[in-house]
């Protein structure tokens, strides 16, 4: 719900508008993570023996639930979203008007926070940070100016330049804010268990476990437990909302036969980017080498044992203190170019051609904190990740549409419209299939060798030990691919960016007829029996091939999974990675590493009849 108030009064060759406006906004987030159980285990054959014989255990459990035998409620939340604003529209001639004013927006945190009573507040995290879960952030105000104009440069609308720069903010998920009280355990409870899990049965309803006597110390059932916290989310106190510095530059000309062109520039910089944080992530110890020497922060070392493990946690028994915080790294920029044709003899049109670029540091690919910081891909850490390129960005666009209307003694009408649409489907990362540092997430972007030298591969084995595939098979295969991809081919010897790859290019043409049939029925009214046929992807009704979307044989999400971990060589000063493909043998790699038709209802071709009676 909201509302404004705004006053507009002229002064001479000025027009000044004023006003203030309240945004009130309600949220619940019902999302339940865990809510039925998490079960964890090594093998498929240790889930089964723990299963149907209770041999075993888990290695890592986890569940959410209500306290005092209630079921987990959600979190509710409501905010506030104030404004004022004043802006003048000055004529100063009566072919150049001038645009200028300010916005002064504040956030307004409208509920209490109620407070867990455990000793969590005393936990130093990185770089000495401590937390306090039952304050909200800041309240700050944000600056917005702004300018603009409008130049008829000939006074006859014949060519117009417009533009304007000006900072913008707005919101973002609030889904983000309701984590810091979901995880505060007193609304509801997550637990997150790992080591001994010897007393945790598998069962089939999680409220035997939550009534199994001997498990009382696991599953606290007051609010008022002082059990220390194993996961936080928390907003940054001096959080700030998402804002922009935008400028535009655009001229609009008209040409012979009814057209008018227009050329657009944008450029938009990042001052306040909503980021994600674990500041319980350690320190990363010893930099894993590539065979080039090429280096990446890593958090492998070795028990006592000699065994390999992540060392990726300051405090152990806390899974992740994740913060929303703020950068300011990114920007994006797009040039368009668009012809528009004026109707005339029955015929309209547009063509429109795109070239668009944007960077930033994280897409924040998550409704949750946890999963907006893990989901996002990196070389180091993912608290500091590179800038790459955004995935919904895609360089090159080209949109047209036709249309041809005919009337017939205003008593018969149709037209028919065709649109085309033509861009890459998408953007990819190459990422490994696995944790390669160590920090507890599969995001590590890979490595591109320069050559079948460059990459420690190791055999692939069956599961009696026989190879199936060598190392050197594996690097010939995997140089195969990369020599015949253009974006890998072009990049050797470096470390891949985030969403750097573009997909394949797809075409798209849409198209609609109408008839429309006008009558009055002997009345003063008039009244049109509407017929109508749509076709979504006509050219596929000729060609199965055209406009398929495509899906990589070794994609998910838009990573592309080349390669997978196959764990650190032995012996060494430094950690030095081995490989292998992301497949069970080089024939498979073979098979899956290409782009290959998705069969989803959206590829193939569809109709629509209607018939419709407007009066």
Not at 88 to 93: G, L, P, Q, T, V
Request: glycine share 8%; proline share 3%.
């Amino acid at each position: 719900d909201g509302g404004n108030d705004t006053l507009i009064g002229g002064l001479g060759n000025d027009t000044l508008t004023a006003g203030i406006s309240f945004d009130y906004k309600y949220f619940k987030n019902s999302y339940i993570r865990y809510g039925t159980g998490y079960y964890r285990y090594d093998s498929v054959d240790d889930f089964i023996n723990h299963a149907e014989n209770g041999i075993g255990a888990p290695i890592a459990f986890s569940l959410t639930y209500g306290f005092n035998g209630n079921e987990a409620p959600g979190v509710e939340l409501d905010f506030g979203y104030g404004a004022i604003y004043v802006q003048d529209e000055w004529s100063i001639k009566d072919n150049l008007r001038l645009t200028y004013g300010i916005r002064l927006e504040k956030p307004f945190y409208l509920n209490t926070l109620e407070d867990n009573k455990s000793n969590y507040k005393e936990i130093e995290f990185a770089d000495g940070r401590h937390v306090d879960l039952s304050k909200w952030p800041n309240s700050n105000i944000s600056v917005s100016p702004r300018v603009g104009f409008n130049w008829d440069i000939m006074g006859d609308r014949s060519i117009i330049v417009r533009g304007g720069t000006g900072l913008y903010t707005g919101c973002l998920p609030f889904a983000w804010f309701t984590n810091q009280p979901l995880y505060t355990n007193v609304i509801q409870n997550t637990v997150d268990y790992e080591g001994d899990l010897s007393k945790i049965k598998f069962v089939d309803d999680y409220h035997d476990i939550l009534n199994d006597p001997e498990l009382t110390d696991y599953f606290p059932q007051t609010s008022d437990s002082t059990n220390v916290l194993n996961q936080m989310c928390i907003v940054d106190p001096d959080f700030k909302f998402p804002q922009i510095w935008r400028t535009n530059l655009a001229v609009d000309i008209k040409l012979p036969f009814d057209m008018v062109l227009t050329l657009e520039g944008l450029y938009s910089k990042d001052i306040n980017t909503a980021n994600q944080q674990n500041i319980n992530e350690a320190k990363p110890l010893s930099p894993i080498v590539e065979t080039s020497g090429a280096q990446r922060d890593s958090w492998w070392t070795k028990n006592d044992d000699g065994e390999l493990i992540t060392s990726n946690r300051i405090h152990q028994d806390i899974v992740g203190a994740l913060m929303l915080t703020n950068g300011n790294k990114g920007h994006q920029y797009s040039f368009t170019a668009q012809l528009d044709k004026k109707f005339s003899y029955g015929f309209s049109g547009m063509l429109a051609y795109t070239h668009s670029i944007s960077k930033i540091s994280s897409t924040n690919p998550g409704d949750a904190s946890a999963s907006a910081w893990s989901s996002n891909v990196c070389v180091n850490s993912l608290n500091y990740p590179e800038l790459g390129y955004a995935n919904f960005s895609v360089p090159n666009r080209v949109m047209g549409a036709l249309t041809y209307s005919y009337e017939l003694d205003k008593a018969f009408g149709f037209s028919l419209s065709l649109y085309y649409s033509g861009s890459a489907q998408d953007r990819y990362s190459y990422i490994y299939k696995n944790d390669l540092n160590g920090d507890g997430n599969a995001s590590d972007l890979m490595y591109i060798p320069t050559g079948a030298d460059d990459i420690n591969f190791v055999d692939i084995v069956n599961s009696e030990g026989a190879v199936v595939s060598t190392a050197a098979q594996q690097a010939e295969a995997l140089m195969n691919y990369i020599n015949n991809d253009k974006y890998l081919s072009a990049n050797k010897g470096k470390y891949a960016e985030r969403f750097a790859a573009v997909g394949p290019w797809i075409n798209r043409i849409d198209a609609k007829a109408l008839i429309n049939l006008f009558t009055n029925f002997g009345s003063d009214k008039r009244y049109t029996l509407q017929l109508s046929l749509d076709c979504y992807n006509i050219g596929n009704l000729f060609n199965s091939e055209w406009g398929v979307y495509k899906y990589h044989g070794l994609g998910t999400n838009n990573f592309i999974q080349l390669v997978k971990f196959a764990g650190m060589e032995e012996g060494g000063e430094t950690p030095t990675p081995t490989y292998q493909l992301n497949a069970t043998s080089v024939e498979q790699f073979n098979a899956d590493a290409k782009f290959m038709n998705n069969v989803i209802l959206s590829n193939a071709w569809q109709m629509l009849v209607g018939i419709r009676l407007l009066f």
